[in-house]
């Protein structure tokens, strides 16, 4: 169930972000707006939401990536915790480096359209730095909860 809730949420971030071009989601506004943060919150002028989709990429794919090692390699819950992170990084380092391409045949406001790098050089970086963040979190997760389940089965409870 984890897993087909981190896609369609995973996929609804992509959803905004096509409609509004991920460089101009209007988070900020709508974070003012329904009241979570006053208008002075906000002091970068950049538009993070791109950052926010890479984020839940570690977030939200990794219970999918657990499910697949778990159920279709049937790895050992330490094993597949480990392969899901890997999972993560790996695919987020394959898109960072498809973006890359993309700039190299595309003109430059074409591609900082599509990647939202936003004159940032060091974007590829911070964006698979948060997908490991994501991830990591989730790796924990997972472990922490593997380990409470095989204390409570040999407690017999």
């Known amino acids: 169930?984890?897993?087909?809730?981190?896609?369609?949420?995973?996929?609804?971030?992509?959803?905004?972000?096509?409609?509004?071009?991920?460089s101009y989601v209007p988070y900020k506004e709508w974070c003012t707006a329904i009241g979570i943060v006053d208008a002075d919150f906000f002091q970068d002028p950049r538009n993070h939401f791109d950052r926010l989709v890479h984020l839940s990429f570690g977030?939200?794919?990794?219970?999918?990536?657990?499910?697949?090692c778990r159920n279709l390699f049937h790895q050992?819950?330490?094993?597949?915790?480990?392969?899901?992170?890997?999972?993560?990084?790996?695919?987020?380092?394959?898109?960072?480096?498809?973006?890359?391409?993309?700039?190299?045949v595309m003109t430059s406001e074409e591609a900082d359209y599509y990647n939202g790098q936003q004159g940032d050089i060091w974007d590829a970086q911070k964006d698979m730095a948060l997908?490991?963040?994501?991830s990591t979190i989730m790796l924990v997760y997972y472990l922490v909860k593997f380990k409470l389940q095989t204390k409570h089965l040999t407690n017999g409870f």
Do not use: D, N
């Open 1 to 22: 169930m984890s897993a087909f809730v981190g896609i369609v949420l995973f996929t609804l971030l992509h959803v905004i972000g096509a409609r509004y071009i991920y």
């Open 59 to 68: 977030i939200t794919l990794f219970p999918f990536f657990l499910y697949l």
């Open 76 to 104: 050992k819950p330490l094993t597949a915790v480990l392969m899901a992170w890997l999972m993560i990084q790996t695919g987020s380092m394959i898109y960072e480096l498809f973006e890359w391409t993309l700039t190299i």
């Open 131 to 134: 997908a490991m963040l994501g």
